[in-house]
T-cell receptor, first 114, second 115 residues
């Protein structure tokens, strides 16, 4: 079956530090990959996505590249801000479609200090 | 862009009562909506898939009679927690898919507390 594994958190950084949150997956076919962000007390917001190998998703300074050879979709940001503090979820939909069930990783808590 | 409205954002109810949570797609039609449950500091657990005009599809281990799902229109799905108990206290989130985009739009979630 499908699965998503994220690096364990929590991750604590100082403002302007470099961020990497690792994500690897197991899926049948060619999945679509996503990063979602959840701010305290809120639902999830789509941060970025990639639908085929070597695609790079980017948004708000965050980037992630779909690496089929390593089955990874690591999230990176060059300089984090306090406002980036949130929970980040890596997720996939198998089969490269826009519908179907989302499979989530366990989430990584990010805290950024001034 | 796609917006999903979930209401209420917070609800406190007494044990034994029922609570209804609404999920609306505001600017698109959603033939399929999903209901998730999230425990503190944990990931989202898919509870059921809500299909417009037909019965919901529940994930293994989710009680159909306790978590009633109705998807009466292309823009509204409801989750009713029946005979709620303290162990039902959780954060419930809905999502909907607009097939012109990849990925899903999520509601802002409902914090249910059963006392």
């Amino acid at each position: 079956g499908n699965s998503v594994t994220q690096m364990e958190g929590p991750v604590t950084l100082s403002e302007e530090a470099f961020l990497t949150i690792n994500c690897t997956y197991t899926a049948t076919g060619y999945p679509s990959l996503f990063w979602y962000v959840q701010y305290p007390g809120e639902g999830l917001q789509l941060l970025l996505k990639a639908t085929k190998a070597d695609d790079k998703g980017s948004n708000k300074g965050f980037e992630a590249t779909y690496r089929k050879e390593t089955t990874s979709f690591h999230l990176e940001k060059g300089s984090v801000q306090v406002s980036d503090s949130a929970v980040y979820f890596c997720a996939l939909i198998s089969g490269g479609t826009s519908y179907g069930k989302l499979t989530f990783g366990q989430g990584t808590i990010l805290t950024v200090h001034p | 862009g796609a917006v999903v409205s979930q209401h209420p954002s917070r609800v406190i109810c007494k044990s034994g009562t029922s609570v209804k949570i609404e999920c609306r797609s505001l600017d698109f039609q959603a033939t399929t909506m999903f209901w998730y449950r999230q425990f503190p500091k944990q990931s989202l657990m898919l509870m059921a898939t809500s299909n417009e005009g037909s019965k919901a599809t529940y994930e293994q281990g989710v009680e159909k009679d306790k978590f009633l799902i109705n998807h009466a229109s292309l823009t509204l799905s409801t989750l009713t927690v029946t005979s709620a108990h303290p162990e039902d206290s959780s954060f419930y989130i809905c999502s909907a898919n607009r097939e012109s985009d990849f990925g899903y739009t999520f509601g802002s979630g409902t914090r249910l507390t059963v006392v």
